[in-house]
């Protein structure tokens, strides 16, 4: 190879290695095995062996070739293994041929491992060539390598990978012989370390099975060797206690020191010796340089190693502090991975010298940018001093100047010295004094703009550098002006460097033989603290007088050639100044402990109905109020889910945390102020909330007076701000188990403001106008000049069940009421809900859908019974909750066929309305709805408008239903003509559905209970003669006790509902040791289907469960139906079972189609509720059996565990609440209710149970 090598010789030389010299070294004979001797070897064993009948072994790939030292041809394999595998008796009697036939099979299986490894050392060859061109290739002729201009011993061809004895370099000739006669030669020949691009950092490439050596991948550092320290300490003492020491030299003599090209050292050796390190000195700064290609390998090396900084190549935003305008993080917040503190240099050791491969003129504004720079920064020795050339760490053997005014000495005058002087004062200040926002900008191809920002006082550090990448020439790019939105208090320093000679003088600099010296005649103007309009580099084209409130305008035409450096201090303009300090007032109002300021005195006039329209309402409750208003819709993002301020806050939290300045929000209000607009007018039309929306209006006044980019942060301290003072009134105004409750508690009882609220479409109907006080105010519909209470409803779920006809719901809303109205302590809205349903009850029921009552649905068999419960619920938790008893109630119906009555016109006392709706249920009672056919539902078959309800006295079941329609909460209609099931209910559950028999047991209690107290003026019901049973033991044959009915479902109901472990009474049976759904349904297998009814049973009247038998079914109710976040609605193994709901599946499934598996299988929130509070109580009835003390801890315990998963589903959604149902596994269901209002409900009930625990 000529000495003076071109590029157009690699080809040729490629050539050459892989067809003519290579080749003659058979490398591959270090890999391969010797086949022929191997064969006789195993011949001479075989003689020694008894030949079986078969093969011990038929797995032949376990022959594999071992290299062992990797000496040529000296690879060996098991050959116990391969006469296990080989050799056995064949056809024929002599023994020696199946030694032969054996020796031929492993001849063959050696030949073919031969091929394979000659094949994979071929194309390792082909790599170890190709990545020594390209080494080649670089150092010799790319534009940014070093460009050697000949090949000699200290500028090769290619790079040495070893390190032989006595630094000898000898001919690959001659070192294989030196291998092959002496044994020790190898073992003073040094692996040189390096870097593998792309490589595993945690993989140590010098491995036993490793080729990065003779592939050529390594990029060499010819100067270090690669020690061997194995993993730990054991398996090279000497070298740990080497390098122990090393470390404590360091440690106890510098204040860190920096981890040069830390991957390459195992991680485990690093830690311990870093971790020594801090042991010596707790303040040890550690900076290290990673090239792992991973954020997240970055983090383990961080946190593994205790680093302090890493070295970075780039000043940006992501490694140099957070952008101009971010936001203000909250002290408390979640955890999130953290960029590693990032370390800026100007020159590294290990770089090439920037005035060598630049220019005299860019080393000045290098300095200067990295000095703006929001994070450590640090230099080489002889930056400073203007040393034109790379100073070699390894074969440098002059020394540093010496401090003094000598001439081989330097000083604070001496090279770059007073501008580092000034930049470093600088820059410790700026990062003292909280200026830890940046900006960087271009004013042309070299000249760069950094802005140092404090978010505090607002004032600013504006750095213009224009940087000499290549050698500064008489004329340069033209510059823009720079337009400054603030006033300019001060040119901090203007600097210019330059040398007479130019480029001339690096080219002929002379190294002095007895220092490192630099270059000389370098001159550097610095002017410091001036007015910008006496500034010697830049003009000021515009006004700066303080008042004046224009930008600033800077020109470059006056004297900035490459090499200089300008530093603006800055500061608001008056007018932004005041509206800060303005905003600021306002931002004060929202402090703990303010309490006579005038936002506070605001938020306390309101009540949690103004706090539902402050803070939420959907588009569908928004629009009834009839204002054209909708839900606000963010360009380039979409519409909100909330009206009020948590629509605003469920995307300003998300933003917030990772300070997404460019996120559809922050350019909004950046680009104009209509969303402060819609805040403020929106609240100002009502008026409970009109005097917030004025507060509003005036803060935005100020808000609209900012520059745009501080406009999205004080956005969200107004918005964040008054939220947070919003909601923890909300809690105030709720009851004590809230107001002391978790932040889960908290969250949880946010879904009574969120669904509870005034919607102009979905009123209750208008109470008795001679209800005892308290009692809501009453307005006038303006259309249809009906009455209606200015008092909430409850909605069941939100987005499709939040306004019109499907908002109130019977059921959702009786189930809800005991979470969210009792135990949040609202128990006036409780009693206005509880009396406004019941002057609506018809055919002993309460409205499925209310419709205000006059447009009422009763195909509801469980509303009635809900209702009849929460009752019983509100006596015993609010305070005089017997009173209710005698409240009035306006009967709309007082009749079956009365047409809607006007309030007042029919009054009965509550207590009367229930014992009605005993008596209905007691004698039976069949009707058909009004209007029925298919305006009232078209999906419904005509059967199933007919409707029956009644109670067995027999066992004291309450029954209902027929097959045709679906009365309980499991109420899904067919509706696919195409898959035939339309008209087809999904679960008919007629008969006696389990939970309806738990809620009547439960109201049966607590009216014996009022009864008992006077409260109640009723101990019985009467009992139609035709149903009648001579089993009733009453004084009068038409009348039963209500004791007498309990006690007939106490004594019925295990043996009716529980399937033991031996139960063979009936083939539909297929689970065992659960209790049924049903007793007594048509279709007679529903009865024995696994579903999660008796859940709600076994909480509401657990009196009538075997404390064994219901724990057995709790058991299998955790391993078959629990989900994620709710429990299955069907057994998976049930047939009939889908785990995922689609709506709109128009496909020709019977099971699917239209969401026909509704409730067959998705996985319902409210219900885990349930399932936790019957694992509480039972877990604590368990506990008092000495033989199984800690089941209550241990349900505790699991309890909590499934709580934390709803917790994070709150925090994590938009809508801050929990949906009414998912799909399998937890998965998300589009066409669910974000929120519902059962789901919120019964977790909090969950949560008051467990507070309620007596442990």
């Known amino acids: 190879i000529s000495s003076t090598i071109k590029d157009y010789h690699l080809p040729v030389i490629r050539r050459y290695f892989l067809n003519d010299l290579l080749p003659k070294y058979k490398l591959h004979e270090y890999y391969t095995i010797n086949v022929e001797k191997t064969v006789e070897e195993f011949r001479k064993l075989l003689s020694t062996l008894e030949c079986p009948l078969v093969p011990y072994s038929e797995e032949d790939h376990l022959i594999q070739i071992k290299h062992g030292n990797y000496e040529r041809l000296k690879s060996t394999v098991d050959l116990n293994l391969a006469a296990q595998v080989y050799y056995y008796k064949r056809s024929g009697p002599s023994s ?47 534009y940014d390598g070093p460009n050697f201009e000949r090949i000699t011993l200290q500028t090769p061809f290619v790079g040495n990978y070893f390190a032989y004895p006595n630094g000898e370099f000898k001919h690959p000739d001659e070192i294989q012989k030196l291998i092959e006669t002496d044994a020790t030669y190898q073992s003073y020949c040094m692996a040189h370390n390096g870097w593998v691009m792309n490589d595993d950092p945690l993989r140590n490439f010098a491995e ?6 003779l592939r050529r991948d390594l990029l060499q550092w010819s100067d270090i060797i690669k020690l061997r320290f194995g993993q730990k300490y054991e398996d090279s003492p000497a070298l740990w206690d080497y390098m122990k020491e090393y470390t404590r030299l360091v440690a106890t003599t510098f204040h860190g020191a920096r981890l040069d090209n830390c991957h390459s050292t195992p991680l485990v050796v690093a830690q311990t010796l870093m971790d020594y390190a801090r042991e010596l000195n707790p303040e040890f700064y550690i900076l290290a340089e990673l090239f792992t290609g991973s954020d997240q390998t970055d983090i383990l090396f961080v946190n593994k190693l205790g680093i302090n900084s890493l070295v970075r190549g780039r000043l940006t935003a992501r ?33 090439p010298c920037p005035i060598e491969r630049r220019s ?19 230099s080489n020795r002889g930056y400073d001093e203007l040393v034109p050339h790379h100073i070699d760490v390894v074969h440098e053997r002059r020394f540093y100047p010496k401090g003094g005014n000598g001439e081989q000495e330097s000083n604070e005058s001496t090279g770059l010295i007073p501008a580092k002087l000034i930049f470093n004062k600088l820059h410790y200040t700026l990062c003292r004094k909280g200026y830890d926002q940046m900006f960087v900008d271009q004013l042309s191809t070299a000249v760069l703009v950094i802005t140092r920002h404090n978010p505090h006082n607002h004032q600013s550090l504006i750095l213009v550098a224009h940087t000499a990448f290549w050698q500064p020439k008489d004329t340069w790019e033209q510059i823009k002006p720079l337009y400054i939105n603030g006033h300019i208090d001060e040119v901090l320093y203007e600097m210019t460097i330059s040398h007479p000679n130019g480029a001339a003088a690096v080219k002929n600099f002379e190294r002095s033989k007895s220092y490192i010296n630099g270059l000389q005649q370098v001159a550097i103007q610095i002017h410091e603290h001036l007015p910008v309009d006496q500034s010697q580099c830049v003009n000021l084209r515009s006004s700066n007088r303080r008042e004046d409130n224009n930008d600033r305008h800077i020109t470059f035409d006056k004297h900035f050639p490459p090499g200089t450096v300008i530093c603006f201090k800055v500061s608001l303009l008056q007018n932004v100044q005041n509206a800060i300090f303005e905003i600021r007032k306002s931002l004060n109002e929202f402090t703990t402990g303010n309490f006579t300021s005038e936002f506070q005195q605001i938020v306390n006039k309101l009540t949690l109905l103004d706090l539902n329209r402050v803070l939420y309402r959907n588009s569908s409750e928004e629009q009834a109020d009839g204002f054209g208003i909708d839900v606000y819709e963010i360009p380039e993002y979409g519409k909100l889910v909330y009206c009020g301020l948590q629509g605003f806050m469920s995307v300003l939290e998300k ?25 403020s007018s929106r609240l100002i039309k009502h008026r409970g909330t009109q005097a917030i929306g004025q507060w509003y209006e005036k803060c935005f006044r100020q808000l609209k007076r900012l520059p745009k980019h501080l406009v999205p942060v004080y956005f969200d301290l107004i918005i964040t701000g008054s939220y947070t003072v919003l909601i923890e009134h909300a809690w105030k105004l709720m009851g004590s188990f809230v107001q002391n409750g978790s932040t889960f508690v908290r969250a949880l009882s946010m879904a009574s403001v969120i669904l509870c609220g005034l919607v102009k479409n979905a009123q209750l109907p208008a109470l008795s106008p001679n209800l005892k006080e308290p009692k809501p105010i009453e307005l006038t519909d303006d259309q249809t000049q009906l009455k209606y209470p200015l008092c909430p409803t409850l909605g069941a779920g939100l987005p499709h069940f939040s306004a019109g006809v499907w908002r109130n719901w019977g059921r959702d809303t009786f189930i809800a009421l005991r979470g969210l109205m009792l135990v949040t302590g609202r128990f006036q809205e409780a009693r206005y809900l509880i009396l406004g349903y019941g002057q609506c009850l018809r055919h002993g029921l309460i409205p499925n859908l209310l419709g205000d009552g006059r447009i009422a649905r009763y195909n509801s068999r469980d509303a009635v019974w809900w209702w009849l419960y929460s009752i019983g619920e509100y006596i015993r938790m609010s305070p005089h909750g017997s009173e209710i008893l005698e409240d009035k109630v306006s009967r709309l119906y007082p009749t079956h066929d009365s047409q809607p009555q006007p309030p007042g016109l029919y009054d009965q006392p509550l207590h009367a309305v229930i014992q009605e709706a005993l008596l209905r249920h007691a004698q039976s009672l069949t009707y058909r709805e009004r209007d029925a056919g298919f305006n009232l539902d078209m999906d419904m078959s005509d059967e199933g408008f007919n409707n029956q309800l009644g109670v067995d006295f027999e066992t004291g079941f309450v029954y209902g239903g027929n097959v045709h329609n679906c009365g309980t909460w499991m109420d899904k209609m067919g509706s696919s003509d195409k898959a035939g099931n339309k008209g087809k209910p999904g679960s008919p559950r007629d008969g006696s559905a389990v939970e309806l028999v738990g809620l009547c047991r439960a109201t049966l209690k607590w009216l014996i209970e009022e009864n008992k107290k006077g409260h109640y003026p009723y101990d019985g019901v009467k009992i139609s003669i035709s149903t009648s049973q001579s089993s009733i033991a009453s004084s009068s044959i038409n009348e039963i006790k209500f004791q007498e009915w ?49 859940l709600v049973t076994c909480v509401v009247a657990p009196e009538m469960f075997k404390a064994d038998h219901i ?41 699917r189609a239209h969401g026909y598996n509704y409730h067959n299988g998705p996985e319902w929130l409210w219900l885990m509720g349930y399932y936790c509070r019957a694992k509480l109580y039972w877990a604590s009835v368990l506990e008092k059996d000495s033989t199984i003390k800690g089941i209550l801890k241990q349900t505790i315990k699991h309890v909590q565990d499934i709580l934390t998963a709803h917790q994070q589903l709150i925090l994590a959604t938009d809508w801050k609440g929990l949906p009414e149902l998912t799909n399998a596994n937890g998965q998300h269901c589009l066409y669910s209710c974000e929120i519902q209002a059962w789901s919120m409900s019964t977790l909090l009930e969950t949560m008051y149970d467990l507070d309620h625990l007596h442990l």
């Not at 036993?208 to 050596?213: M, R």
């Not at 139960?1063 to 289907?1089: C, G, M, P």
């Not at 955790?1118 to 128009?1146: A, F, R």
């Open 96 to 142: 020696s041929d199946d030694i032969e036939q054996a020796c031929e099979s492993l001849c063959d299986r050696l030949a073919y491992l031969n091929h394979i490894i000659y094949d994979k050392i071929q194309e390792h060859l082909v790599r170890a060539v190709d990545n020594t061109l390209a080494a080649c290739r670089y150092h010799f002729f790319a």
């Open 655 to 679: 933003i917030r945390l990772s300070n997404e300045l460019k996120h559809p929000l922050c350019r909004h209000l950046k680009d104009g102020h209509w969303c402060l607009d819609y805040i």
């Open 360 to 378: 005299v003129q860019d080393v000045l504004p290098r300095s200067a940018c990295v000095a703006m720079s929001c994070c450590a920064n640090g």
């Open 1046 to 1094: 309990m006690d007939k479902i106490d004594s019925n109901f295990e043996n009716f509902f529980w399937i033991n472990e031996l139960d063979q009474s009936s083939h539909f049976i297929y689970r065992r040791q659960i209790y049924k759904d049903t007793v007594n349904s048509t279709l007679q297998w529903t009865d024995y289907q696994l579903r999660p009814n008796w």
């Open 208 to 213: 036993e099975g490793q080729d990065v050596y």
């Open 1111 to 1151: 724990w057995q079914a709790l058991k299998q109710i955790d391993s078959i139906l629990v989900g994620k976040y709710g429990i299955k609605t069907l057994d998976p193994s049930d047939l009939n079972y889908v785990g995922d709901y689609v709506n709109d599946d128009d496909s020709s499934d019977f099971k």
């Open 319 to 351: 490694f140099g502090g957070d952008p101009i305008g971010s936001f203000f993080q909250p002290s408390i917040r979640p955890i999130l991975p953290q960029m590693t503190h990032s370390f800026y240099y100007d020159q590294t050791h290990d770089n």
